[in-house]
């Protein structure tokens, strides 16, 4: 294990030019497994565990979220949640976490978002 700890300090150390292929894809390799394990640390299923993570219709996410139809329509037209959604003709599908990072990042930064 502290051997691999020093190969992998030895390759941050080394410039990317000197490196070999098999050097870059070992450093490589290191920086993506620590990353995948932090990814994974961060789980949106703890924040919310009475929410489902898909709700179909936009009359149930509104319910969900304690706000009118017509105001999930508005955000839907202006295209906020189209990273959220799935939808094959009339049926729309919400992802309930992703609606809600979105909400949360756009309340943030004003109370009407504009999707840049």
Known sequence: MQQEVKSVEALLNKAVLLMN??????L????????????????????YPNLPQFITG???LARRLGISASTVN???AEGLL???IFQNGKTVIFDTYKVLEILRV?????KYNVKN
């Open 28 to 47: 490589l390799h290191q920086v993506k497994g620590t990353e995948v394990k932090e990814e994974k640390k961060q789980s949106p299923l703890n924040d």
């Open 82 to 84: 189209d990273d959220a």
């Open 74 to 76: 508005r955000i839907k």
């Open 106 to 110: 756009s309340n943030r930064k004003s």
């Open 21 to 26: 292929g098999a050097e870059l894809l070992e």
């Open 58 to 60: 936009i009359k149930e």
